[in-house]
């Protein structure tokens, strides 16, 4: 469905991501997964269109949408790490103001709107503003803006960082759900948490891909001699 070929973003002499490919099929989530400073957030926002990749080509079912940004973002629905909610606003309000701001109609608002809610099991806090919610529920308001434009491709950049057990178990079966209509790329550090949810595993490291695994592939106690073995022979 997306596929990255030889991706780079380069900063003067430091190379924050350096040749990466992969592709992302729909019906699975992959996991990027690397220490702080990997370049995992750099590569989200390439996909994004946020910032622009000093070489390489992003294809959405083999179309190179590199450098159509509106294209892109109709494919892509994004959660950065810390969301920019509007604390002022409740979670319907909000709702509405970003399908407006994405589709520049009113059309099947309401639908969109509903839809949304009801996928990330906020219907019933609609009304809550959103400066009264817990970081659980901010992610899924959070997750709720990036799928209200129906698209086929989520990236999510740690969505269980600074979450706790019970709120972790929450986005994982909110993952579950969201799988069946997307290919979901979540980038993480936490290497337990994202074995768990995870059908595949991008080993990010230094800028590169150091190794691509399916996750049923690594036994849960190889876990940290798997990551290990593969980030210091780097």
């Not at 190379?15 to 992959?30: C, H, M, P, W, Y």
């Not at 997964?33 to 294809?59: C, D, E």
């Not at 579950?176 to 768990?196: F, N, Q, T």
């Amino acid at each position: 469905m997306l596929r990255v070929e030889n991706l780079s973003k380069h900063y003067s002499a430091r190379r924050a991501v350096d040749n990466i490919s992969f592709s992302l099929k729909g019906g699975e989530v992959t996991a990027l997964l690397g220490i702080n400073g990997a370049g995992k957030t750099t590569t989200l926002r390439m996909l994004t269109g946020y910032i622009t990749p000093t070489s390489g080509a992003i294809f959405f079912e083999n179309e190179n949408i590199l450098n159509e940004r509106e294209k892109l973002l109709s494919h892509i629905g994004y959660l950065p790490e810390s969301p920019a909610l509007y604390n002022d606003m409740t979670i319907e309000d909000f709702l509405v103001y970003m399908y407006r701001l994405r589709m520049a109609t009113r059309e099947n608002e309401t639908t969109a709107v509903d839809r949304a809610l009801r996928r990330c099991a906020l219907t019933e806090r609609r009304h809550d503003y959103i400066a009264s919610l817990s970081a659980g529920f901010r992610k899924r308001v959070g997750l709720a803006q990036a799928i209200i434009h129906e698209p086929k491709v989520l990236l999510l950049d740690e969505p269980i960082a600074d979450l706790d057990p019970r709120q972790i178990r929450e986005i994982k079966a909110l993952l579950a759900e969201l799988r069946k209509d997307h290919a979901i790329l979540v980038s993480s550090h936490i290497l337990k948490e994202v074995h768990e949810f995870a059908d595949r595993i991008l080993l990010m490291h230094n800028g590169k891909i150091l190794a691509d695994a399916q996750a049923s592939t690594i036994p849960a106690g190889d876990l940290e001699s798997w990551f290990m073995q593969h980030t210091e022979a780097a």
